[in-house]
């Protein structure tokens, strides 16, 4: 790491120097240069300022033995001791990671009554759980929770931990970052280990437009949190493999200032991360009311429809039905895309789709070399005729 220092007495024209920046970081305030938020660290007023004005001065890092850090944990998300899917797909991965490192692969479980999900985790070649099983942890709170995840940190001292992205994951995570000092890295769509048992942390960045490799090498435990549908989840074996590790904490860990009152269940929705079968709505869309067209497609395959971030920013569909970055990452077994460009955002949210179909009059669209199956045409000439041929299908099948 390092800092930007400013020698005032070598600025000289401050209006030319700031006009150096990019970003806007620089500013000029009570005939001063001064550094705000804004600074990405470029060094571009380093390199075309004055000589002088503006110095990078590396800081002195603490050294961290890595040898006495180890293992990959997995936090083991649920509600109510039913456990979200991207737990397993977590798992998956940290085996992988593990097996280069010759580590072992920790699943810690937080709640009430969880004996039974507990043993369910050794079906995964899990070599140990972790239970922290107390009545004050039936459902979650922030701060006993985090107290619990600290108590196995500070206990086991595992070199990484791998976090679903899930509403109770992007609470726990930065809050378990913090208490630890250490670093976290959000949304990763990679993930890879270094003999050095640094882990890399791959994430879309600036938009989208660059794909950031992250380290931390001076700091353990180094944390990641995952999207559901970005890893592949492991089979299920038959046998059970590990053991169940029961840990205890006091009563004052199991405090929260949060009391929870009552709990309304609500209405089962179905989320486009778990079809099979989806139809995207893009750009290429005309008005709403065309939106009948392609949910008549999705109806015919069994599938839901979806939309890229212009539909719902238009105000045509519902953000929870929007793929990509900044909506949800899906991997259906087919994706047909109606008027998709396919930026580098949307692509990052359902690139590891098994089949994708991609309809658009643009032949150079970047969808196109994502997208399995390319049709170059109008999606309102080329949709009509798929469904005809679809209902004459069935027609003639039943």
């Not at 009430?112 to 369910?120: D, G, M, P």
């Not at 690139?351 to 997208?371: R, V």
Request: hydrophobic share 40%; proline share 4%.
């Amino acid at each position: 790491m390092g800092k930007l220092v400013i020698n005032q007495d070598k600025v000289g024209d401050i209006k030319k120097l700031i006009s150096i920046c990019p970003f806007g970081a620089l500013e000029e305030e009570n005939n001063r240069l001064q550094i705000n938020a804004a600074c990405k660290m470029c060094k571009l007023c380093v390199k075309k300022g004055p000589k002088g004005a503006v110095e990078y001065i590396e800081e002195a890092v603490e050294s961290i033995d890595k040898s006495q850090w180890k293992g990959i944990a997995v936090y083991v998300d649920h509600i109510d001791g039913v456990i979200h899917p991207v737990t397993f797909e977590l798992i998956g991965k940290a085996k992988q990671l593990a097996g280069k490192v010759h580590h072992p692969v920790y699943a810690v479980m937080i709640g009430h009554n969880i004996q039974a999900q507990c043993e369910e985790l050794l079906h995964y070649d899990v070599d140990k759980v972790f239970a922290y099983d107390e009545k004050e942890l039936d459902r979650f709170k922030m701060e006993p929770y985090t107290n619990a995840f600290e108590d196995f940190v500070k206990n086991q001292k595992p070199s990484a931990i791998l976090m679903g992205a899930t509403p109770v994951g992007r609470q726990l995570a930065p809050r378990l970052a913090a208490r630890l000092k250490t670093g976290l890295t959000a949304d990763c769509t990679i993930l890879d280990m270094n003999e050095n048992t640094d882990l890399v942390q791959i994430r879309p960045a600036f938009g989208g437009n660059i794909m950031a490799q992250i380290l931390t090498p001076n700091h353990r435990p180094q944390m990641a949190t995952v999207r559901y549908k970005v890893m592949d989840a492991p089979e299920r074996l038959k046998t059970t493999h590990g053991e169940v590790i029961s840990c205890k904490l006091g009563r004052e860990k199991l405090e929260s200032q949060v009391t929870v009152r009552d709990i309304i269940p609500k209405e089962k929705e179905q989320f486009i991360e778990g079809a099979e079968v989806l139809v995207v709505a893009g750009r290429g869309v005309k008005k709403q009311e065309d939106l009948s067209l392609l949910k008549e497609l999705a109806d015919l395959l069994g599938g839901q429809i979806a939309c890229t971030r212009p539909v719902v920013e238009a105000g045509w569909m519902d953000a929870k039905c929007q793929v990509g970055l900044s909506g949800r990452t899906v991997r259906p077994k087919l994706m047909i895309a109606c008027g998709v460009s396919g930026t580098v955002q949307f692509t990052a949210g359902m690139n590891h789709s098994d089949h994708i179909i991609a309809i658009n009059k643009d032949e150079t669209a970047p969808i196109f070399k994502t997208a399995n199956y390319c049709l170059v045409g109008d999606l309102y000439e080329i949709i009509p005729g798929l469904i005809n041929q679809i209902k004459q299908g069935k027609t003639v099948s039943a």
